[in-house]
């Protein structure tokens, strides 16, 4: 029964999006009770991150050996990951509903954002280790230029990704001095 209602959760979520999902509409198209769906998730934002779970997972920016490599691998991952539209709408749901649902705003940062904030902020600092960045960079800084940069892109403005953005980020954040 899991297995069907976060199918459903999915399914539903790309056609009505977060804010019309309701646990009500997803109990009745996956054929079981309300009270089924929250003995296993306690709120909406709860199932939804499982369900979609697979889709926001940004991952750990490995140590390639280059400051240029670990950054390009840390945009690569964010484009991919916000690329993906389930992912988008779960973006923005728990950006939109961290008011009213600062559970599940808490939960999509500790499962995603800071984990990946963390080793992309440890890529940084072997990069200013290296030499390649200089010794005073704002890490934090750094990442939410990156972060914006893309988020901007790919989710706000919806463009394509268009050629050579990796390499344009890159350019201008290794020529932080």
């Not at 902020?121 to 390649?132: H, K, L, S």
């Not at 010794?135 to 914006?148: A, S, Y």
Request: charged share 20%; glycine share 10%; net charge negative.
């Amino acid at each position: 029964m899991q297995r069907a209602i976060l199918k459903t959760t999915r399914g539903l979520l790309g056609t009505v999006g977060y804010s019309r999902l309701t646990i009500e509409g997803i109990a009745a198209k996956a054929g079981c009770g309300k009270t089924t769906i929250y003995r296993w998730w306690p709120t909406k934002g709860d199932l939804v991150l499982e369900a979609v779970g697979s889709d926001i997972e940004i991952g750990v920016v490995p140590n390639t050996g280059s400051t240029a490599g670990d950054l390009q691998v840390a945009i690569e991952q964010l484009m991919t990951t916000f690329s993906k539209r389930l992912a988008g709408i779960v973006i923005f749901a728990a950006i939109a509903t961290a008011a009213d649902d600062p559970t599940m705003a808490a939960a999509f940062r500790d499962r995603y954002v800071y984990p990946w904030r963390v080793s992309a902020a440890e890529a940084i600092a072997r990069g200013i280790e290296r030499g390649d960045l200089p010794p005073d960079t704002d890490v934090q800084f750094l990442l939410d230029v990156i972060v914006g940069t893309v988020f901007q892109r790919t989710l706000v403005l919806r463009e394509p990704m268009t050629e050579g953005l990796v390499e344009q980020i890159l350019a201008l954040v290794l020529r932080i001095e």
